[in-house]
């Protein structure tokens, strides 16, 4: 009887940082894939039904700030917003302000009409998009500056845990289902588990590498690069999505 293999197999590479008491972890399985956003192209969102229609991708339900910082910065590009760039502006009141704090004492982004405030419908002259990222882009700017971290971060995640001799390992993976709670069970589709994402044309690593950067740290990247272009940019381990066709 042949053993049975995990479905979820990934493969990973690790390396203490040279100037921190740090080990980094890498998922090579999903950082190798070519996974792609199709936000705009088909992304059927994640709600309990298929809705690619509504054009809403990951932000029907709004984002979670992560830090003060995070919310003072995402405020401050939001006061740069034109009438023209964000669609739902009217909809941010002093009553009902468009960032605020939740009944679980959490900081998020309001929903309106079912979706972020910040995401301008498929009716906008500008068509469907986050406002803060759109209005980036437009000034030529990056806009790791002006969304909230969760929402340029994801598919990515960063978990950092510190053992008892206060040496911390920093693991950067994709982004599962439970990392959204109880809710993510719920979802009927999730970009990392589904083959629709699947269609880049360059490797995670190299279409996020701003990204990365931010969340990690440039000289880890560059080691983490440069272990990868010795190697051989493939995985032993391709990603379960894949290996599945």
Known sequence: MPKRVPIDLHEWVSFDDP???RTWVWDLTFLLSNWTCIYGNGCPGILSAPAPERE???CSYGAHFVSEDDRT???AHVALLG???WQLRKKATAKRPAIYVNKDKETVTRIVDGACIFLNRPDHPGGACCALHAAAVRRGESFLDWKPEVCWQV???RVDETDGHGHVTST???WKRRDWGEGGSEFHWWCTSDE???VGHQPVYVEMRDEIIEMTDRRAFRMFVEYVEARGATTFLPHPVLRRR
């Open 196 to 198: 629709g994402a699947f």
């Open 19 to 21: 100037d921190e008491d």
């Open 155 to 157: 598919p990515l995640r």
């Open 56 to 58: 809403e991708g990951c």
């Open 73 to 75: 910065r995402t405020e």
């Open 172 to 174: 950067l993976r994709e």
């Open 83 to 85: 009438a023209d760039e």
